[in-house]
T-cell receptor, first 113, second 112 residues
Framework: NAGVTQTPKFQVLKTGQSMTLQCAQD?????MYWYRQDPGMGLRLIYY???????DKGEVPNGYNVSRLNKREFSLRLESAAPSQTSVYFC????????????FGPGTRLTVT | QKEVEQNSGPLSVPEGAIASLNCTYS??????FFWYRQYSGKSPELIMS????GDKEDGRFTAQLNKASQYVSLLIRDSQPSDSATYLC????????????FGTGTQLKVEL
């Protein structure tokens, strides 16, 4: 099993450009998450999907959109990138319910110039 | 008050010593607690989960949970330089649905 995979690993965008970050998991998990991590800020939840067909905003959703394409895949889209979106983005998945662990993908390092 | 709080460190311990990492949380109804290790430039890796009061041991790691005092700790015995990383505490808060709330992490440095 590959676990949680993310593409791309690195990306440089110019301000105003758009892009989609892809995430897939092969653990048959119901819930999937997108986080950003900035120095001193910890992990901040952008959006999550508790189950296929549902998505909800997290702590910092502005400037982002998500699509839960199917049970395996959860994508994050930046419609018009801004320098403030320079960050490391992590996707994670988890089985539904409080007692289940969350597993992370390797991350995407995004720079917006 | 933050929902999950950790001392940012760095916490420096000599090789072979016990490292003690602490985390407090605000929601008394929280049910599950996790410790993640994150090396610089890498993604968080789950190392321990704990759900009941008391201690849970796994190799050199021991997680301790005290729900009455609302804290969870991680002890690392016989610390090695390879344990140098940032340790993140995560809590499943009441009403948080399927979300985990993370602390900002404690940086651990194990010195030779």
């Amino acid at each position: 099993n590959a676990g949680v995979t993310q593409t791309p690993k690195f990306q440089v965008l110019k301000t105003g450009q758009s892009m989609t970050l892809q995430c897939a998991q092969d653990m048959n998990h119901n819930s999937m998450y997108w986080y950003r991590q900035d120095p001193g800020m910890g992990l901040r939840l952008i959006y999550y999907s508790a189950s296929e067909g549902t998505t909800d905003k997290g702590e910092v959703p502005n400037g982002y959109n998500v699509s839960r394409l199917n049970k395996r895949e959860f994508s994050l889209r930046l419609e018009s990138a801004a320098p403030s979106q320079t960050s490391v983005y992590f996707c994670a998945s988890r089985e539904a319910g409080s007692y289940y662990e969350q597993y992370f993908g390797p991350g995407t390092r995004l720079t917006v110039t | 008050q933050k929902e999950v709080e950790q001392n940012s460190g760095p916490l420096s311990v000599p090789e072979g010593a016990i490292a003690s990492l602490n985390c407090t949380y605000s929601d008394r109804g929280s049910q599950s607690f996790f410790w993640y290790r994150q090396y610089s430039g890498k993604s968080p890796e789950l190392i321990m989960s704990i759900y009941s009061n008391g201690d849970k041991e796994d190799g050199r790691f021991t997680a301790q949970l005290n729900k009455a005092s609302q804290y969870v700790s991680l002890l690392i015995r016989d610390s090695q330089p390879s344990d140098s990383a940032t340790y993140l505490c995560a809590v499943s808060l009441t009403g948080g649905g399927n979300k985990l709330t993370f602390g900002t992490g404690t940086q651990l440095k194990v010195e030779l």
